[in-house]
């Protein structure tokens, strides 16, 4: 693995199902987050880790969770989908506190039915 | 929280021609202004950024100005060229929420040949 990874690349979900996000780093990042993408709305974000064992809300969590058992990964999970999840959701990293840029993994395209 | 907001949403240039995208922000802790790429289908892509104790930085076509009393930072592309089309995030970053971008809605360049 080079850089951050995630999967699925897309998924199609009827509503009510519960759903997984992946999202690996491989560069040793200490911070790591989940942003939502939505047409006209930009990105915006849902939960944030500034360090493994750690997380924190953002500006949309409702309907989401996460967890960060080690420092790689930091899967975003949908407890039940509702259609409103319709979104591209992109994680990033970023290195520490001294270090400001994010790099975005490829996006998940998520479709709730 | 943060509110960032960036103007104007839809742009159209020449090729050759000047590109300025503005963008402003709502609290005064922010530090941090990266400028995101995002070609369709892609994900966002690092391509300038500021932090607050500069005024201005440049990139060989692409400069960065800051205005911390007025909270607002602006991208300048010249000599614009078609791969140059696509849409552009600005974004700001406080020490709330792990240092995590609050972004604009986007700008949409279109570069005609």
């Known amino acids: 693995i080079a850089g951050i990874t995630q999967a699925p690349t897309s998924q199609i979900l009827a509503a009510g199902r519960r759903m997984t996000l992946r999202c690996t780093q491989d560069?040793?990042?200490?911070?790591m987050y989940w942003y939502r993408q939505d047409l006209g709305l930009g990105l915006r974000l849902i939960h944030y880790?500034?360090?493994?064992?750690?997380?924190g809300k953002g500006e949309v969590p409702d309907g989401y969770s996460v967890s960060r058992a080690n420092t790689d990964d930091f899967p975003l999970t949908l407890a039940s989908a509702v259609p409103s999840q319709t979104s591209v959701y992109f994680c990033?990293?970023?290195?520490?506190?001294?270090?400001?840029?994010?790099?975005f993994g490829p996006g998940t395209r998520l479709t709730v039915l | 929280g943060e509110n960032v907001e960036q103007h104007p949403s839809t742009l159209s240039v020449q090729e050759g021609d000047s590109a300025v995208i503005k963008c402003t922000y709502s609290?005064?802790?922010?530090?941090?202004f990266p400028w995101y790429k995002q070609e369709l289908g892609k994900r966002p892509q690092l391509i300038i950024d500021?932090?607050?104790?500069?005024g201005e930085k440049k990139d060989q076509r692409i400069a960065v100005t800051l205005n911390k009393t007025a909270k607002h930072f602006s991208l300048h592309i010249t000599e614009t060229q078609p791969e140059d089309s696509a849409v552009y995030f600005c974004?700001?970053?406080?020490?709330?929420?792990?240092?995590?971008?609050?972004f604009g809605k986007g700008t949409s360049l279109l570069v005609t040949p």
């Open positions: 560069m040793r990042h200490n911070a």
């Open positions: 609290d005064s802790a922010s530090n941090y």
């Open positions: 500021i932090r607050s104790n500069v």
């Open positions: 990033a990293s970023r290195r520490d506190y001294s270090y400001n840029e994010q790099f």
């Open positions: 974004a700001a970053s406080t020490p709330n929420s792990g240092y995590a971008l609050n």
């Open positions: 880790s500034n360090t493994a064992g750690t997380t």
